[in-house]
């Protein structure tokens, strides 16, 4: 089922048990346009608030990037003067408040360029998986601008500090080799089998129980935040020892036979 979006730079659609979300701006590989950004809360509110969606899927279209970076055409006019770059900054700033309301997992696939403001939207996935081409980098350096501390803490809640150091400091491409051993993507594919990959593994998460993987979720962005109160997510891991799912679960293991859960 496809979504409206209001935007053709963002193509959104259901398969079945899979929400999945397209950067779609290829000519300019697929590059983060302020228009780009402001539809995505609502594409990630349908997500959120469907039932049926237990795993959403983020990728660029194209096949030779994710994203490649904010749009540098827009910096002159909306990036500049203090006013302009607080306003963008106030509409850019609810669709990374956007991700951070999203229970479900989301995995980024990653085939090509993952450049700047790409990279930081990659971050939001939970796991991110790449082809063997795929390059990254934080070209701030490069370009002058200053790299607001969320977009730091970001990236340090996966990579140690020297290593954040040497990003954003050489602005440097990296590749995916590269990649996978400093830890920003979870597995480096060939290029011809990302999608079966990505799917494969979109459709185990789906399969499993969605209150568990959703308590599992929120327990790891409460650790990588360094959260003292963790009540709510001690809230969520009793919802499942309460659920009907967590008694379908032992049911299905002594039968022998796949669980269907049901989000309750």
């Known amino acids: 089922m496809q979504l409206e979006t209001g935007t053709d730079l963002l193509r959104a659609r259901i398969d079945g048990s899979i929400g999945r979300l397209v ?44 994203v490649a970076g904010a749009n540098i055409a827009e910096f002159g006019e909306r990036r500049t003067a203090a006013s302009d770059r607080a306003d ?23 085939d090509g360029y993952c450049i700047g403001g790409g990279l930081l939207m990659a971050l939001q996935a939970d796991i991110r998986i790449c082809s063997e081409p795929s390059t990254f980098a934080v070209p701030a ?18 990579v140690n500090p020297a290593i954040a150091a040497e990003i954003l400091f050489s602005a440097r491409r990296f ?37 568990t993987v959703a308590a599992c979720k929120a327990a790891v962005r409460a650790v990588a935040d360094g959260d003292g109160d963790t009540s709510d997510v001690d809230a969520m891991v009793e919802a499942c020892f309460a659920s009907e799912d967590y008694r379908e679960g032992q049911a299905a293991f002594l039968a022998k036979r796949d669980p269907v859960f049901r989000g309750v």
Do not use: C
């Open 23 to 66: 950067f779609n701006d290829p000519a300019k590989h697929n590059v983060l346009s302020l228009e780009m950004q402001e539809a995505i809360p609502d594409v990630l509110r349908t997500f959120e608030g469907d039932g049926a969606v237990r795993v959403v899927i983020i990728e660029g279209a194209g096949g030779r990037a994710f």
């Open 88 to 110: 963008y900054d106030r509409r850019s700033g609810n669709n990374w408040r956007a991700w951070r309301d999203l229970t479900k997992p989301v995995i980024a696939k990653i």
């Open 141 to 158: 350096a490069r370009l002058g601008l200053g790299y607001g501390l969320g977009g730091v803490r970001q990236l340090m809640r996966f």
């Open 175 to 211: 590749s995916s080799a590269e990649a996978l051993n400093i830890g920003l993507v979870n597995r480096v594919i060939p290029t011809g089998q990302l999608e079966d990959v990505v799917v494969e593994l979109a459709a185990q998460i789906a399969g499993n129980a969605p209150l």
